[in-house]
């Protein structure tokens, strides 16, 4: 089992639809969980993270965790043609390592 | 606020010739610092990370160091470069005590293709 897996994609959602991106962990004992959008050519760059169980909101993005599944996700809600990237979900390992999933390729369809 | 600078940001270099990718980081104080690659279809694979000057822990034993001769500056070397060293060179930076929720910012990044 991979330490951390997203479904590599392309996820193809209409513009102004909710765009959800899944993400599993292996690690039982991880506490911190990172999500990063990097466009084509550049960074990865921070969007949310979220500890504790639940929803976490800012602007048009959710985070949402539940660490008794290892699963945690992104919601981005009113998809814009700009939020097409790839999304990138980390997770903190028991060793303070930071473990990043191969990325979901996400697709805003005008 | 925080700024961190990778150069070059594109380089072409031949097998076996030598690398110096650097990095810095302006508008904080002992920053950990990372050095990641990210190949072709692969994820982000850690190389290097680094708690203070001169301390360095190595991930992936391959032909590559890291040195970090300032607080905010890391680099990473080679001697001799492999065709499988082509990829985008990623450092980032966070603070706080290692080991606590920090998160990871970016640099710009250095695109290294290999010939």
């Known amino acids: 089992q991979k330490e951390v897996e997203q479904n590599s994609g392309p996820l193809s959602v209409p513009e102004g639809a909710i765009a959800s991106l899944n993400c599993t962990y292996s690690d039982r004992v991880s506490q911190s969980f990172f999500w990063y959008r990097q466009y084509s050519g550049k960074s990865p760059e921070l969007i949310m993270s979220i500890y504790s169980n639940g929803d976490k909101e800012d602007g048009r993005f959710t985070a949402q965790l539940n660490k008794a599944s290892q699963y945690v996700s992104l919601l981005i809600r009113d998809s814009q043609p700009s939020d097409s990237a790839t999304y990138l979900c980390a997770v903190r390992r028991r060793d303070d390592k930071i473990i990043f999933g191969k990325g979901t390729r996400l697709h805003i369809l005008p | 606020s925080q700024t961190i600078h990778q150069w070059p940001a594109t380089l072409v270099q031949p097998v076996g010739s030598p690398l110096s990718l650097e990095c810095t980081v302006e508008?904080?104080?002992?920053?950990?610092l990372y050095w990641y690659r990210q190949a072709a279809g692969r994820g982000l694979q850690l190389l290097f990370y680094?708690?203070?000057?001169?301390?360095i822990s190595s991930e992936v034993p391959q032909n590559l160091s890291a040195s970090r001769p300032q607080d905010r500056q890391f680099i990473l070397s080679s001697k001799k470069l492999l065709l499988s060293d082509s990829g985008f060179y990623l450092c980032a930076w966070s603070v706080g005590p290692w080991g606590s929720y920090n998160e990871q910012f970016f640099g710009p990044g250095t695109r290294l293709t290999v010939l």
């Open positions: 680094s708690v203070g000057i001169g301390q």
């Open positions: 508008g904080t104080s002992n920053p950990n």
